[in-house]
């Protein structure tokens, strides 16, 4: 009855008539997708609520939410007209709002005679859904709705006034262009009215409440009733049977879980070959051998075991107490011979502990020894013959104390090496003069890329006779307060050089020329004219030495056995000549332990005592005959030297016998010694040879150990050189201070 | 690698030096101047002195590591370098 009330209703709207198989007006819902064409269904207009989402506001979208003043009307084949009714009849003042953001979704219907007393309910939340699916929903719905129609009445009263979208007009996309977006344009914002999306009205009333009292009495009423229903007649029991609603079945699909079976197996040490000779096995242990953490690991390994061998004699060199073994098997012959060493404890001896000595410098003369600065268990020793005809390559090996069969570092010069020295400034860079004058300064870090880092034989000013010897030295300039180190040689041509870097090579400056001293007896007769001498004017210098405290003074020893005091701030003059020996001289050395004494030893078998300001020496040792070819002091005990002579090692402590050694060592037989080192901490010696062995030895006995040598030697000299100014006294008394 | 097989040499040739063994990270001896059955005894036995030895360290201090292990016996000593990839193991009675 209401429906055809409505249908009258929709009568007069109609305008437009539709046939089947006519063009249709197009129905879009959404503005993003543009429009959409649809033959033989047509939705005249519908209710519900429409919101349709607007991406983004380029688009200008006129959601044609108007009032239903052109109605379509269908016709069927039968030219029956099946032109939907409405579901939702429109107030004439609708408010069209404009789109901005609205949600839209969709719960399309069930079946249609569900639906028919709900339809009301259910119309209105009458959604879209966002995405493509529109086309298709829009279908289904209004299939859905057209059922629907015929059966039911337009909802009137609706509380709300909702927005109706009915038929859309194809949504026009306008071209944004630059000007447009220029543009300002106006967004209104406005609030929707209230949605209500769930109500439960409550159930409890506050007793402060106006009607309050007229729910009290409902309740109390309802009591009553409740009370009475059992005996009474005026209520029934009736069942009814719920409405269930349609159950919607709703798939997911997920992404699928791909597993993967692995499985291991464990062997057994037994079950493998012992020696894998497969492939495998092979490339594992050159890709092993190679690497340098095993290279690391064998030179541990190396020294672990030499330190096991040696332990007894290394602990003798580090003045440990020497441990018995427990379990070594005592043999009878080793008891005897410890008695013996008991017996002879007594006077001064030295205990040969080992010999650097391998391959490579089996057959080469020691030349020249040096400690290392900073590690003060590193030794450099040069190898070189010095004196013979045949030149060979010479050889500098690195030596250290963990490792006594073979250097560590090794490195092969062009010729014959004569001097060493380690810088102090970088401890890694070691100094080498060669017998062709050619100095080569290494850097020793690593054995694998031990090359010189800078040479001299480049130079134009390079010596031209082979370096006796190099010095690095420390001078502090004021300006820059720090020690800047120089290298200074003194060679066979007779010039005493320092040296720096200059792009990359060595350059040097004079100090100093050694000239050809006349003997001034013979020139104070003469007439003061200089003959000019045939040889050369400058004669070789063979040995220098830096004073300890102040590094620019020093000693310089000569072929022609003088001895001059030079200052590196005065190149023309010698401060001072000393004048004793008649045979060159071969070493020169400074006390380290009293700075005004030096010794020089040279190859007239003499060695000379001296005080700088004294211009003969203060004492002379001679023992054997034979030259003496290198002399050093200990510095540890200052009455104590060490001078080695063609066949012998000598050790002299002036504290007990100024007239003979103390000790004196042998030379294994058929071999000279050559070069000698005290070690700066312990009481060894080190001695080299000329079969290329460097032996160490242990000081024994020597008396002098008490602290107060400085005193003891000075009171020698100032004894002694009392004695020469009296040299018509003879000395019968000769005093030998006890320690 | 030439210089490889010289210190290996010259580690045989030490004194005292009784045998060495290089054995790699699964246990297996890839090179040794023993004979076979000392060889894989030793390996054997020794690989799980090593891994005990290691896990001690590491227990008490994760950010420790064993570097050198040297087990003193009554007749030799026994020297073991321990890496990730392989042993290196030195028997040596030093007082030969």
Redesign the interface.
């Known amino acids: 009855m209401s429906t055809s009330v409505a249908k009258l209703e929709k009568k007069k709207r109609r305008e437009l008539v539709l046939r089947p198989s006519s063009g249709a007006i197009n129905v879009s819902v959404s503005g993003l997708h543009g429009s959409t064409r649809r033959p033989n269904s047509v939705v005249a207009s519908y209710s519900g609520r429409y919101f349709s989402v607007i991406g983004g506001s380029k688009m200008l979208e006129k959601s044609a939410i108007q009032a239903p003043r052109q109605a379509v009307r269908v016709f069927d084949e039968g030219n029956n007209d099946v032109t939907p009714r409405p579901l939702y009849q429109v107030a004439p003042g609708a408010v069209q709002a404009k789109a901005s953001w609205f949600f839209v979704e969709e719960i399309p219907g069930g079946s249609a005679s569900d639906q028919t007393s709900t339809t009301g309910g259910l119309i209105m939340p009458f959604f879209r859904s966002v995405l493509g699916s529109s086309r298709i929903s829009t279908q289904s719905t209004i299939e859905s709705m057209n059922e629907e129609i015929e059966n039911t009445f337009s909802k009137q009263d609706m509380p709300i006034n909702l927005p109706d979208v009915q038929k859309k007009r194809e949504i026009v996309k306008e071209q944004v262009t630059e000007e447009m977006l220029k543009d300002i344009i106006d967004v209104y914002l406005s609030e929707t009215s209230t949605i209500s999306l769930l109500d439960i009205p409550n159930t409890f009333v506050s007793a402060d409440a106006d009607d309050a009292k007229a729910i009290i009495e409902r309740n109390s009423q309802y009591a009553e009733v409740c009370r009475n229903r059992m005996g009474s007649h005026k209520y029934v029991d009736h069942s009814v049977q719920t409405v269930n609603g349609a159950a919607k079945n709703k798939q997911v699909q997920s992404d699928s879980i791909t597993m993967v079976d692995a499985a291991t197996a464990a062997s057994s040490l037994k079950d493998m070959g012992v020696f894998g000779s497969s492939l495998n096995a092979e490339s594992d242990l050159q890709l092993i051998l190679s690497s340098e953490k095993f290279q690391h690991c064998f030179l541990v390994m190396e020294r672990s075991i030499l330190r096991n061998a040696f332990q007894p004699k290394l602990a003798a060199y580090r003045q440990l107490p020497v441990l018995e073994d427990p379990d070594s098997p005592v043999r009878p012959g080793t008891v005897e011979q410890r008695k013996e060493d008991i017996e002879n404890s007594r006077s001064p001896a030295l205990k040969c502990l080992w010999a650097f000595s391998c391959e490579l410098s089996r057959g080469r003369s020691v030349s020249s020894m040096a400690w290392n600065k900073k590690n003060l268990d590193l030794l450099a020793v040069g190898y070189g013959e010095l004196h013979s005809s045949n030149q060979k390559p010479g050889l500098v090996c690195c030596w250290s104390f963990k490792n006594l069969m073979w250097p560590e570092r090794v490195i092969h010069c062009d010729s014959a090496v004569t001097s060493l020295d380690f810088s102090s400034n970088n401890p890694s860079q070691l100094a080498v003069g060669m017998h062709d004058g050619t100095i080569a300064v290494y850097n020793v870090q690593s054995q694998i890329n031990i090359s010189h880092v800078i040479s001299s034989s480049k130079c134009p000013d390079k010596h031209l006779g082979p370096v006796w010897q190099l010095r690095w030295t420390q001078t502090e300039l004021s300006l820059i307060e720090e020690q800047v180190e120089s290298l200074s040689s003194v060679s066979a041509d007779g010039r005493i050089c320092k040296w720096f870097v200059f792009i990359s090579d060595l350059n040097c400056t004079e100090l100093m020329k050694l000239e050809r001293v006349h003997n001034k007896k013979k020139k104070a007769g003469g007439n003061g004219t200089e003959k000019k001498s045939v040889l050369s004017e400058l004669t070789p210098g063979l040995c220098f030495d830096f004073h300890p405290l102040d590094s620019g003074l020093y000693l310089v020893g000569t072929w022609e056995g003088l001895i001059h005091k030079c200052s590196c701030s005065n190149s023309q003059q010698f401060l001072q000549t000393y004048r004793k020996h008649f045979c060159p001289v071969n070493c020169i050395a400074w006390c380290p332990l009293s700075p005004e004494l030096f010794l020089s030893c040279s190859s007239d078998w003499t060695i000379q005592l001296w005080k700088q300001d004294h211009c003969s020496p203060v004492l002379g040792f001679s023992s054997t005959q034979g030259a003496v070819y290198d002399i050093k002091w200990c510095p540890k005990w200052a009455t104590v030297f060490g001078a080695i002579k063609e066949g012998q090692l000598e050790i002299w402590d002036l504290s007990a016998n100024i007239l003979d050694p103390v000790i004196v060592q042998p030379a294994a037989p058929g071999v000279t010694m050559k070069s000698l080192l005290f070690h700066t901490q312990s009481d060894c010696i080190l001695v080299g040879d000329s079969a290329g062995h460097v032996t160490v030895y242990q000081l024994k006995n020597l008396r002098a150990r008490e602290s107060n040598q400085v005193n003891i030697l000075e009171g020698l000299i100032s004894s002694a050189a009392s004695r020469q100014f009296c040299k018509t006294q003879p000395d019968k008394n000769r005093s030998i201070p006890t320690a | 690698?030439a210089e490889?097989e010289e210190?290996?040499k010259?580690?045989q040739g030490?004194?005292?030096?009784q045998g060495i063994i290089?054995v790699?990270s699964?246990?297996?001896?890839?090179?040794t101047t023993l004979d076979?059955s000392s060889?894989?005894q030793y390996?054997?036995l020794i690989?799980q002195l090593v891994m005990k030895a290691r896990s001690t360290i590491r227990d008490m201090d994760p950010q420790n590591d064993l570097t050198?292990l040297?087990v003193r016996s009554?007749?030799n000593?026994i020297?073991i370098?321990p890496?990730k990839?392989?042993f290196?193991i030195?028997i040596?009675n030093?007082?030969d």
């Open positions: 690698m490889v210190t290996l010259r580690i030490q004194k005292g030096v290089i790699n699964e246990g297996i001896p890839i090179k076979n060889t894989v390996a054997g690989h050198f040297r009554k007749k000593e020297m370098a890496d990839d392989y290196l030195v040596q030093p007082s």
